[in-house]
């Protein structure tokens, strides 16, 4: 039988709002989160450059898309405002000056407009995935971050590209204009490559978080106040990264081996670099800051840590935890204590990087080991092909992780879960596997973890199968 | 009419509809509702007021770009899910065909990018070619999104013929 699928989606629809009205949404909260929002887009400190437009997250205005209205070419300067009078128990806000719009700046630079192209083009097919961790930011904290970059979709046609190893690049705008960030993660003191094999299943770029400072840049011609931190607004976060394609769809075999390095494969494609852009994401700062917060990113501790060779199998002592290798930890949620046979269990949770460097790793999904009496009697991670993924973490970063199985006994392999465990009572342990973990300082380069896999174990919690 | 009174029109008027709109994406009502209160909050936070039809065309992108956001930030948990989804909608065919209700499970059988150019297609009415510009990518690149689509849904809803077919542009701003 044929289903008309656009008369079943309008009658899921029509359905859904009939059972709603006003879609069950509370006018009064609302209203009232607006108004807050509204109040801190008007508490501006000397930033509204007429004329120039903002860029918003529900219409990308980039090259090969939608064009913002041009920026007119006499964009007045920014002028701080007055300083505000400061009532005996309020403290005097200092208004700062923000980089003024400048058409000639470089895509991605200070000052630089929303509506200037990258120099050598925009990726057709290639993109970057990237958000902010918090909507809303306190004046002087820096911006929580993700990227990633993201071929479009299976396709054998697609090329395999060459990219910065350390990831997308962003910036912040305001009103249309780069008023900070404008490089990696690592700072621009990184400078390798790496490539994007394409089918290479699950191993594609790194998922890459940490944190953009939310301070003012430097457009070089002493109208800005450098290093000052952003005043309260509305901002939006813009993130690219670099793509080379390669003009194949497979990589030689002699990366795979380590006889060429990534950079010695770009150079030799001879292909352009162009920007696989993102989505732009508003954020919010709110509140006010006299200085930005400094950041410590603490101490590289001891990489001689215990490892273990395999996911856990069946029978071995249950994993001891909380544990904390490498300074990472995991925390989870506790999900219901009670299932019926067949019902899965769902646990989500935060993995925070360790101190001291950027952190580079491998992992699978998080793992639910299963015990009784201090004895492994299961596990719901199923080896399989592309079951890992990438992850390039800051230091201290939260990673989101979870879990959506049944509790079943050890998998043999193969993609083939284990058999759901009878009714009983057990101990939960939830674990992230780290694989062949590294960190990247400033001062040290890349140093290698252990070789194998470091566990990060979680709270234990009961759970009782009916 | 102040902003405040612009905002209780758009919810009383059109807040149904919204919701609905997200939880065609989104398959949870909770996470539809969170979708389309930060687009109102987004949309009346800058001070021009516009016409409602305007402020729900600008609310629907959004609930759009949040969706796919939030799916790319959970990518990886999303993967686990997916495959646990496809595999109970496996054994449930045998009894689905025939209940409309069976049209919300089969659309939690697709990823989410497969299931925004579904409901772009067949609920927005939308070409190709306008899927492929509302979601920055590349028209094949939709094509294969429905493809995929169709592959998944045609086992829990019969044939599905006209996933991949264009249509011409429809008359925009109908209202559902």
Known sequence: MTRDLSRDLHDLAARTAASLPAGGLDVGTLTGRTRRRRRVRTAITGVCAAGVVAVLAGGAAFVGREQPAPVPADTPTVSPSPTLPAPSATPTVRAVALPPGDPSAPFGTCGALASTPPASGVAATWLTSAGVLAASVPAGEPLGV?????????????????????????????????????????????????????????????????????????????????????????????????????????????????????????????????????????????????????????????????????????????????????????????????????????????????????????????DLVVSTDGVVVGATLVPADGWMFLLDLGPGTPYDVGATSLLTTCSGGGGVPGTPLPPGTYTVHPVMHLSHPEVWTPAGGTQEGPQGWVDVVGEPFEVTVR | MTWEDELGRVVAERGGALVAYARLLTGDLHAAQDLVQDALVNAFTRRRTRPVDEVEAYVRRAILNAYLDGWRRRRRLDQVVHLVATQTHASDETSAVGDRADVAAALDALSPRERACVVLRFYDDLTLPEIAHRLGVSDGAVKRYLSDARRRLEPLLGPQPDLLDDVPTIAKGARR
């Open chain 1, 146 to 366: 993700w990227g990633e970059l993201v071929p479009p979709g299976d396709d054998a046609s697609l090329q395999a590209v060459g990219y910065p190893a350390a990831g997308p690049r962003f910036a912040v705008l305001r009103d249309g204009v780069v008023v900070a960030g404008g490089t990696d993660l690592y700072g621009g003191a990184r400078d390798d490559l790496d490539l994007h094999p394409v089918w290479f299943e699950g191993m594609g770029s790194p998922v890459y978080d940490g944190t953009v400072a939310l301070t003012v840049c430097d457009p070089g011609d002493g109208s800005a106040d450098v290093g000052a931190s952003l005043p309260a607004g509305d901002y939006t976060l813009l993130a690219w990264t670099p793509v080379a394609g390669l003009g194949t769809t497979e990589l030689p075999d002699a990366f795979w081996t380590g006889e060429r390095t990534a950079e010695e494969i770009v150079a030799a494609s001879g292909a352009t670099w162009v920007a696989a852009l993102a989505e732009p994401v508003p954020f919010s700062i709110v509140g006010t800051a006299e200085e930005a917060v400094s950041t410590d990113p603490g101490e590289v501790p001891s990489l001689d840590v215990p490892t273990s060779e395999q996911p856990p199998v069946c029978g071995v002592p249950a994993p001891a935890g909380p544990s904390s290798p490498l300074g990472f930890s995991l925390t989870t949620s506790t999900p219901t204590t009670t299932l019926a046979a067949g019902e899965e269990v769902a646990v989500t949770g935060v993995l925070t990087a360790g101190p001291g460097g950027r952190w580079s790793l491998g992992t699978p999904q998080l």
